[in-house]
């Protein structure tokens, strides 16, 4: 069956970084955008980045721009998401969204002042 399962998170001092990745199972990987979303603690689930499905195109939400890198490899079927200059303000569960609107379970991203 589908299955997404994010790996990566952890606490991280401010400044540092970080990378999560996201394994896919179940369908064809490399037919499909794949995004990154986030959920802070208190707040509404936003999109954080996007992916086309050959990595050829990417978008990302204003407030990481520069910041964090989506990216791929479909030989692996794993989404990355490398995430630079943290700050406390990115501190959140990071989700990746696949297909048919299925989501992993996410992992938790903390970063310490």
């Known amino acids: 069956q589908l299955q997404l399962v994010e790996s990566g998170g952890g606490l991280v001092q401010a400044g540092g970084s970080l990378r999560v990745s996201c394994k896919a199972s179940g369908f064809t990987f490399g037919s499909y955008t794949m995004t990154w979303y986030r959920q802070a603690p208190g707040k509404e689930r936003e999109l954080v980045a996007a992916i086309t499905s050959a990595g050829g195109n990417t978008n990302y939400a204003d407030s990481v721009k520069g910041r964090f890198t989506i990216s791929r490899d479909n030989a692996k079927n794993t989404v990355y998401l490398q995430i630079n200059s943290l700050k406390p303000e990115d501190t959140a569960v990071y989700y990746c969204?696949?297909?048919?609107?299925?989501w992993g379970q996410g992992t938790q991203v903390t970063v310490s002042s």
């Open positions: 969204k696949g297909p048919f609107n299925f």
